[in-house]
């Protein structure tokens, strides 16, 4: 894949709630919508393009649910991860992540849009806590749950060759980051993303997984070629 491309590469993970129909539905328009606006824009910022796709697809998605009751109450998160020259860019709602990772270690760049971590801001919960409270899933921003909806945009985050982007969704949480850091840094993405699958499982999630990993590997200027890979379980 090429970072010369002039509107850049766009890697997104979406993770739906709200049974087992919507939940699919949303994750599904959420991909869906991002991509095409995003791509449809004629904008010249790649961080406003980015918030309003998501944005647009916000509001399909809330309009879908209000206008299907079998569909009523469905949302989805959704972190997204753009590529373009020497710089990325996220766009984030909800408790799916995005993490850089580097031989000098694993960095949360995406901030939980969750109760547990609201309460963990606020010193009511510890981190180790709040991977296991019950409520942890009990999101306080999501895409198609409200006509109004505010998005994270982080921009123009340094790419250097050898850094690996992981994005992946909240049945992922279980894991210790020192074993997700070792798992990304020892393979390459495909191996990376089964290996983290397993290390879900092997901490007793009940959830789907989903993870991406990105590896870079040189910048535009000196050659351009990106890995990335894809893997999703269902369980349960
Ligand atoms: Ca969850
Ligand atoms: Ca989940």
């Not at 649910?65 to 860019?89: N, V």
């Not at 270690?105 to 969750?114: A, F």
């Not at 290390?199 to 590997?217: K, M, P, S, W, Y």
Request: aromatic share 4%.
């Amino acid at each position: 894949m090429d970072l010369t491309d002039p509107s850049g590469l766009l890697f997104i993970v979406a993770d739906g709630m709200g049974g087992h129909l919507g939940g699919r539905e949303a994750s599904q328009m959420a991909v869906h919508h991002i991509a095409e606006r995003f791509y449809a824009a004629s904008l010249r910022h790649p961080a406003e393009k980015l918030r309003r796709a998501f944005l647009a697809a916000n509001a399909a998605i809330y309009a879908r649910a209000d206008a299907d009751p079998t569909l009523q109450g469905m949302g989805t998160t959704a972190t997204a991860l753009l590529l373009r020259g020497r710089h990325g860019w996220i766009g984030h709602v909800g408790d799916s992540r995005a993490y850089r990772i580097t031989e000098e270690g694993i960095e949360q760049l995406t901030q939980d849009h969750s109760q547990v971590e609201e309460m963990v801001r606020r010193n009511l919960l510890t981190r180790e806590q709040a991977a296991i409270h019950p409520q942890r899933n009990v999101l306080n921003r999501a895409l198609g749950a409200r006509a109004e909806m505010e998005v994270d945009v982080i921009p123009r985050l340094p790419l250097q060759p050898d850094q690996r982007y992981l994005l992946c969704s909240d049945g992922l949480a279980e894991v210790p980051l020192d074993d997700v850091r070792d798992a990304v840094l020892a393979h390459p993405p495909q191996r990376a993303c089964d290996r983290l699958v397993q290390l879900a499982n092997a901490h007793g999630g009940h959830d789907n997984v989903t993870v991406l990993v990105i590896q870079i590997n040189q910048l535009p200027g000196r050659g351009r070629r990106l890995l990335q890979s894809l893997k999703r379980i269902r369980r349960g």
